[in-house]
């Protein structure tokens, strides 16, 4: 095993692996743009000797790594990171908003020089002889100019169009140069060979490092493609400049290295900009953990960090806060709201010796607990360990791009290096001398007009529409497998509680002792609970209250944690609770029983009633479906989709709620981890599964899922795993989401296809050796117009507004 240097710093959280026998690092990663990094990184880590399963994810920024730490050190797995051209930062902080917007503010820049470059460099070659001369130029302009301005915009008007006015003025300078005079064919040929030099290795020297570090591991990527037909447009132009051919398009074959570098770079801002905005929004929604926690200690009490918390320690949790930590409740009483925890959605009492779990949210009491579990054994350390373990297991998808990607580029090279030997040799042989001028030309050309620099924006502008449409319609659509994998989903996995119900419990049946007494019931039960916090109780009240029925106050009040109250109302002694709370306060058994147990077994939380000591009703409460689930669940079945109910509320629930809901496959009861295991179950033989949830217990079937939904008003574990994440207060957003998905990706297959389909037929015309490099350039204005044109239709404001929000750190104001 090769060691680390001793001042390597640790940028890596080490965590258990699945395998065994192996360990496994988690790393952070800056630098991450599309997928074509996350391939790129999990080729060059899975070659290293001792590493066998790497999982890169781009919207998470991370990589997992699986290896064994008898063959390489976890120092050498990020040295690889390093040297491939990403950085790295504490896998256990979320990188600042202000850093992201950092990165997208240096990037448009770096974007700004290469436009101007680009600028210049067509205004050296431009000659006007008709339509398709005018086109490169016209496009340019057209596309990268308003982009640039929308770069600006955050300046303020004034300052993005005097800055937009400085990128132009390269171009009209070198435009008026060469109508006097000033600048002849020669100088140029010099001067686009500068700018081709400047933007390869000055403006964009990330590109071409990952390119080296990519090729010298065998990887034929997106990055060595460009920098293939880059470094191909440079030797084309170098050849120009020694004069040794007469009659040679030098500037043409540097202009044409400048514009693939400018394309890349735009596509390259493009997929960051789409990337971090998802991101952004996500962050938005996630508040759990608290970051600190109320330690009561011998000298009074104070706010500690999480991190700092000790078992022993003895954390106040105050009402309605979330409980920091695990432990047991030393003193006071509560209800406590597990739903995002277990899925059971009626709060439980937890009173002095009861046991509470870290995110669930506290009731109406104040609690003292004594923290029995913190760091890696506590319940959320476990359940984000299932869902990392999830991540590592989940199926990749191998994006449409990089499946096209991997039998192009060695086919461009192939061509490019047959085209150059056929005509060298082929007119050596016939001929007696070879043809060096067009065997040259052909290589030359068919590098350049082989990188499809449109394939870059291909994915992004698609997404940007779909994602622009998504939110104006309750759904934050944030990754790849949102966009390309939703479309292909089979079996739909369904939590219950807040997913298909409304998560909250609220009154569903009113059964009297007397018939027509229902309101006289319902009301004298709010009289006696009015005075509680409890989550039942103000059901009850709420109930009455919509009702038009007058809620009183109690004259006396008492309650019995976990069982009920005692309360007397006008004069009469009323007690609402369990039923065993009745009788074993003499409420005839058989009464009490008859009306309790079938609304019990239909799934409900029945809270019975008595009055001066008789029998008066029942009041059941439950947590409904959602108004539209039903509709919901039936459209999933006409689109194809088998919906299954996974819950960790108890089995008679389940199964009523799935009746009502019109599902047929039940799973209750179940733990965090083991619905992840039902997940992958599902996928086994190859199907795609998407998984719908939003507490704490669906958060590692939701990264397991091929696709995982998680319902925005849920825990910031569930939305963190999640791929798409519905704002909307109901479930047929699902199909929306879907609907949109399939949308976006069949705009992406379109896109993909113009990208290549110009360079496609560009290359066997190269291949003659016949075409000019100014070709490859119309090529290359033809597939990104028609891409733009295609993508963002009737709708280029979504993609001006994303690119306008950059930089800004509070809501834009009236500006100059």
Same mark, same amino acid.
């Given at each position: ?27 952070? /990663? ?147 140069? @060469? ?159 597990? &739903? ?74 192939? /061509? ?14 016939? #001929? ?132 009920? /109250? ?114 992958? @179950? ?11 949830? #939003? ?44 609907? /949109? ?39 290359? &204005? ?35």
């Amino acid at each position: 095993m090769t060691t680390a240097a001793p001042d390597t710093e640790q940028l890596w959280a080490e965590e258990p692996s699945h395998l065994e026998g192996h360990a496994r690092i988690r790393a952070r /990663i800056a630098g991450l743009h599309c997928s074509l990094c996350t391939g790129t990184i999990e080729k060059a880590l899975g070659r290293q000797p001792g590493v066998d399963k790497v999982a890169v994810s781009l919207t998470h920024e991370q990589a997992l790594v699986d290896y064994d730490p008898r063959v390489i050190a976890p120092a050498d797995i990020v040295t690889t990171l390093r040297d491939i051209g990403y950085d790295l930062y504490d896998p256990r902080k979320l990188r600042p908003f202000e850093e992201e917007e950092a990165d997208l503010v240096r990037e448009g820049q770096r974007l700004l020089v290469a436009v101007a470059a680009s600028l210049a460099a067509i205004a050296l070659i431009a000659n006007v002889t008709g339509v398709w001369s005018v086109l490169v130029p016209a496009s340019v302009v057209a596309l990268m100019v308003p982009v640039s301005y929308a770069i600006l915009r955050p300046a303020g008007r004034t300052r993005a169009a005097a800055g937009a006015i400085a990128l132009v003025t390269p171009g009209v300078a070198a435009i008026a140069g @060469r109508a006097t005079g000033l600048i002849g064919e020669a100088a140029a040929g010099w001067i686009t060979g500068a700018l081709a030099s400047g933007v390869v290795f000055g403006v964009a020297p990330h590109i071409l490092r990952m390119a080296y570090q990519s090729a010298r591991r065998g990887i034929l990527n997106q990055h060595v493609l460009l920098e293939v037909g880059a470094f191909a447009g440079i030797a084309g132009g170098l050849i120009g400049l020694t004069e040794i051919l007469d009659d040679y398009p030098t500037a043409p074959f540097f202009a044409v290295s400048v514009l693939v570098a400018n394309y890349h770079i735009f596509s390259e801002w493009l997929s960051l900009l789409v990337k971090t905005r998802s991101s952004q929004a996500v962050k938005k929604l996630l508040d759990l953990q608290p970051d600190t926690a109320r330690v009561v200690g011998d000298d009074g009490e104070g706010d500690v960090a999480i991190a700092e918390v000790q078992v022993g320690d003895r954390v106040r949790v105050r009402p309605g806060e979330r409980i920091p930590v695990d432990g047991k409740v030393e003193r006071g009483h509560s209800a406590v709201d597990l &739903a995002l925890v277990t899925g059971e959605p009626v709060p439980v009492e937890r009173s002095v010796g009861d046991e509470v779990i870290g995110g669930s949210i506290n009731g109406d009491g104040t609690l003292v607990v004594l923290v029995t579990k913190v760091g890696a054994d506590s319940f959320l350390a476990q359940v984000v360990r299932h869902v990392e373990d999830a991540r590592a297991l989940k199926p990749g998808i191998l994006h449409l791009v990089d499946r096209v990607l991997r039998v192009y580029t060695p086919t461009v090279l192939l /061509i490019a290096a047959g085209a150059l030997i056929a005509w060298f040799a082929g007119t050596a042989l016939v #001929d007696g001398d070879p043809d060096v001028r067009r065997a040259v030309f052909a290589g030359i050309s068919v590098l350049v007009m082989g990188y499809p620099c449109a394939v870059g924006i291909a994915a992004p502008l698609a997404i940007v529409r779909a994602a622009g449409e998504a939110a104006d319609l309750g759904v934050i659509m944030r990754t790849g497998e949102a966009f390309q994998t939703f479309g292909q989903i089979r079996q739909v996995v369904l939590d219950k509680t807040g997913t298909l119900t409304e998560g909250r419990p609220a009154v569903r049946d009113i059964v009297p002792a007397v018939e027509g007494a229902g309101d006289d019931l319902l009301a004298v039960a709010a009289a006696a609970e009015s005075p509680s916090q409890h989550p039942l109780a103000r059901a009850i009240t709420d109930a009455a209250r919509a009702r038009g029925l007058a809620v009183g106050d109690p004259d006396h009040f008492e309650s019995v944690t976990g069982f009920g /109250i005692d309360a007397t109302v006008g004069g009469r002694r009323v007690l609402v609770g369990r039923a065993q709370f009745l009788t074993d306060r003499g409420v005839p058994a058989g009464d009490v029983s008859a009306a309790v147990e079938p609304l019990e077994r239909a799934g409900r939380t029945v809270a019975a009633v008595a009055v001066d000591g008789a029998f008066a009703g029942a009041i059941a409460l439950g947590d409904d479906l959602r108004a539209d689930a039903v509709d919901a669940v039936a459209r999933m079945r006409t689109a194809g989709m088998h919906p299954v109910l996974v819950t960790g509320d108890n089995a008679e629930t389940a199964r009523a709620v799935a009746q009502q809901a019109g599902i047929d496959e039940v799973h209750a009861g179940v733990l965090p981890d083991a619905k992840a295991d039902i997940v992958r @179950r599902l996928q086994a033989d190859g199907t795609r599964v998407a998984m719908v949830g #939003d507490g704490i217990n669906d958060a590692p079937a939701l990264m397991q899922a091929d696709v995982g939904i998680a319902m925005g008003g849920g825990t910031d574990i569930a939305v963190e795993s999640a791929d798409v994440i519905i704002l909307r207060d109901d479930v047929s957003a699902v199909l929306t989401a879907r609907d /949109i998905s399939r949308s976006s990706y069949r705009r992406t297959r379109q896109n993909v296809a113009l990208a290549f389909l110009f360079n496609g037929v560009g290359i066997p015309l190269a291949a003659t050796g016949l075409i000019q490099p100014v070709w490859a350039m119309i090529a290359m &204005a033809l597939s990104v117009t028609t891409i733009f044109v295609n993508s963002l239709g009737g709708r280029p404001s979504l993609l001006f507004q994303a690119i306008g929000s950059v930089g800004r750190t509070t809501p834009a104001t009236s500006e100059p």
